[in-house]
């Protein structure tokens, strides 16, 4: 995934809905649940932003597979392309 | 807020007392006698269970201390006119039904299972229904509290259960469960041992099943630590309680319908559907969360009040957490 405009919006979104303090720092590496240490309903609440915010829908299936930034980044990107096609 | 990971550490393990009474007879003496109860006369059956109810408080050493201290805070708590004469044996007794759940409804047809409900405010739950915004039945651990999901199911309400997967429950419900798919139950169930990422996953589902326009049951008195709690007064105590129904109804819309259900000793159940509220969405946001959680927890204490001994372990929770005060 090398799309940095993405990523940015992506941290954003994250930071928003996850309450992350500004000086937490976020990036593709970023382990959501371990480095953010931010709970399910956080968690959940960032899963609604980012649907919100990227107008997509997210597998529930597929959630143990986004663990850090940079798979959500990478989720995004594919289901993007996949609409677009 | 659903279990999840860590947060299952910081969940209250509940009451030490309930912990301490000895129910392994109950249980085993209940398992043995459910084949036998459920072909008895509903009345004869209820008669049973309340006797069990004496044995387990007379009989049982050491349990008799523990239903005594329920009752003498709930003396402190409900105030001096409370009639305890005989409440420590009715508690007993409302625990014994409280454990055998809807196992008493086994084995019979839809109609001779809901022949033994008496249903008020079916027309408040109807009503959300017709809302097509789903709905949140809001739940609690008061009186016969699996029985409006075993009513429900007989009445073929599309629900769902947002909860762990209650144990011992009847094989009727337990074949409910099986749903699968999306909007299945099965993976709704939540798990104390699950993941943060899990536990999202779940919240997901319980949106999806509201956003179908399905029914979706959630208890309003989970004791709960961390970030999305609200402190709420509940019979003379102020404690930290989940605010996941609160944020669900606030980001659907779906209205909320609290449910109480209590056998009457004579082997019915009284169900009663309260009116439809709705929590604005931006409630969670604005700090109003509480106002609803407090709301919520008012209407059981109502219950509690006209009905204590259907408070089942209410009087034997801990007192409140380090933080939160004690009211008088």
Redo the contacts between chains.
């Keep these: 995934m090398n799309d940095p405009n993405l990523m940015t919006q992506l941290c954003a979104t994250v930071r928003k809905a996850g309450r992350i303090p500004r000086e937490v720092p976020i990036s593709a590496e970023t382990c959501l649940v371990e480095d953010l240490r931010i709970d399910s309903l956080d968690l959940f609440a960032v899963l609604i932003a980012v649907q919100d915010r990227f107008d997509l829908v997210i597998d529930v299936e597929d959630m143990p597979d986004l663990n850090r930034v940079g798979d959500l980044a990478a989720y995004v990107a594919s289901r993007r392309s996949a609409a677009a096609a | 807020?659903?279990p999840?990971?860590d947060?299952v550490a910081r969940i209250g393990r509940g009451a030490k007392d309930m912990g301490r009474l000895k129910a392994g007879l109950q249980k085993q003496a209940l398992r043995a006698l459910m084949p036998l109860l459920r072909r008895a006369p509903e009345s004869l059956s209820a008669a049973v269970i309340d006797g069990l109810g004496w044995v387990n408080y007379r009989l049982v050493p050491g349990n008799r201390a523990i239903y005594d201290r329920a009752v003498e805070r709930a003396r402190e708590e409900l105030g001096p006119g409370l009639d305890d004469r005989n409440l420590a044996r009715r508690l007993a007794s409302g625990l014994v039904h409280w454990r055998s759940r809807d196992r008493l409804l086994d084995g019979l047809t839809d109609e001779q299972a809901l022949r033994r409900f008496d249903v008020e405010g079916r027309h408040h739950l109807d009503h959300a229904c017709g809302q097509k915004r789903g709905v949140i039945l809001l739940g609690n651990h008061f009186g016969a509290h699996l029985h409006p999901s075993h009513w429900m199911f007989r009445e073929n309400y599309p629900l769902r259960l947002f909860m762990e997967r209650p144990r011992r429950v009847s094989q009727y419900m337990t074949d409910q469960f099986r749903s699968e798919g999306?909007l299945g139950q099965e993976?709704l169930f939540i798990s104390r041992r699950s993941?943060?990422?899990?536990?999202?996953?779940?919240?997901?589902?319980a949106?999806?099943i509201l956003n179908a326009g399905m029914i979706l049951q959630i208890a309003g008195d989970v004791r709960w630590q961390?970030?999305?709690t609200a402190p709420a007064h509940f019979l003379g105590s102020t404690y930290l309680f989940s605010t996941?129904w609160v944020?669900l109804a606030a980001?659907t819309g779906a209205p909320v319908v609290p449910v109480f259900c209590r056998p009457d000793g004579r082997g019915r159940y009284r169900l009663e559907f309260l009116a439809p509220f709705r929590v604005p969405a931006d409630a969670p946001r604005n700090g109003q969360a509480t106002v609803y959680v407090q709301r919520g927890l008012d209407a059981v204490a109502d219950q509690v009040r006209r009905h204590p001994d259907q408070s089942n372990d209410y009087f034997t929770w801990p007192r409140p957490e380090i933080g939160l005060t004690r009211v008088a």
Excluded: N, Q, Y
């Design positions: 807020m659903p999840g990971g947060d999306a993976k993941t943060p990422t899990e536990a999202a996953g779940s919240i997901l589902r949106m999806r961390g970030a999305h996941t944020v980001m």
